[in-house]
């Protein structure tokens, strides 16, 4: 799996496991319902400032986010 994919992974399941959909994570994230499908299913690759984003909206740091996404990558 590529990182983009990885990332889209790890996107989902902390989404899922927080019990957001997508449109509340965007909501959180100031991205749309629309860009947060994207990211998982590896349609878009986000910037590090939507990266930020996504880390503030689930209250992780970014290395703690990257090391999730490290996970989904070593699989």
Partial sequence: M???GAF??????LRISK???QEEL???S???RAYIS??????????I???????K?????????MKLVEVELNR
């Fill in 19 to 21: 019990g957001l959909t």
């Fill in 57 to 65: 909206a689930f209250d992780l740091s970014l290395s703690e986010l």
């Fill in 8 to 13: 889209g992974v790890a996107i989902r399941k």
């Fill in 49 to 55: 400032t939507t990266i930020a984003k996504l880390a």
């Fill in 26 to 28: 965007g909501f959180e």
């Fill in 30 to 32: 100031e991205l749309t």
């Fill in 38 to 47: 994207s990211i998982e299913l590896d349609q878009k690759l986000p910037s």
């Fill in 2 to 4: 590529e990182a983009s």
